[in-house]
Nanobody
Framework: QVQLVESGGGLVQAGGSLRLSCAAS????????MGWFRQAPGKEREFVAA????????YYADSVKGRFTISRDYAKNTVHLQMSSLKPDDTAVYFC????????????????????WGQGTQVTVSS
C-alpha cells in the first residue's frame, strides 16, 4: 500500500503562484509514476501533470504547459507541482495520484492507471 498526502493549496490572485506537495509513504518502491489531477465543481477530474518516478520524465496537459512544473524528490518520496501565472480557470481541488500499473507507460493521463490517491487540496484563484 502507498499513502499520499497533499499540502500547499490556498487562495491566490490571478497571476500568482502556488506550490503543491505530495508526500508518499509505504511501498513507494512499487510506484512507476506519480500524477496530479484536478477537479472543478461540476466537472470531471482531469489530468494536469505526471512524472516517472525513476527517470523524472515529465508530462503536462496543454492547459498548464509552460505555467506548471512537476518535479520529484526521489530521496524524500515527494512530488511537487509548482504553479505559476495562475488563472481563475485553475480553481479546483488538486489530487495527487500514484501508479503501479504498467499501463502508466502507455497513457499517464488516464485515471484508471492510478491506484492510489490523496485526499485533495483546494486551490482557489481569484480574478
Amino acid at each position: 500500500q502507498v499513502q499520499l498526502v497533499e499540502s500547499g493549496g490556498g487562495l491566490v490572485q490571478a497571476g500568482g503562484s502556488l506550490r503543491l506537495s505530495c508526500a508518499a509513504s509505504g511501498r513507494t518502491f512499487s510506484l512507476y509514476g506519480m500524477g496530479w489531477f484536478r477537479q472543478a465543481p461540476g466537472k470531471e477530474r482531469e489530468f494536469v501533470a505526471a512524472v516517472r518516478w525513476s527517470t523524472g520524465v515529465t508530462y503536462y496537459a496543454d492547459s498548464v504547459k509552460g505555467r506548471f512544473t512537476i518535479s520529484r524528490d526521489y530521496a524524500k518520496n515527494t512530488v511537487h507541482l509548482q504553479m505559476s501565472s495562475l488563472k481563475p480557470d485553475d480553481t479546483a481541488v488538486y489530487f495527487c495520484a500514484g501508479s503501479q500499473s504498467t499501463g502508466y507507460f502507455d497513457d499517464v493521463t488516464t485515471r484508471r492507471v492510478y491506484s492510489y490517491w490523496g485526499q485533495g487540496t483546494q486551490v482557489t484563484v481569484s480574478s
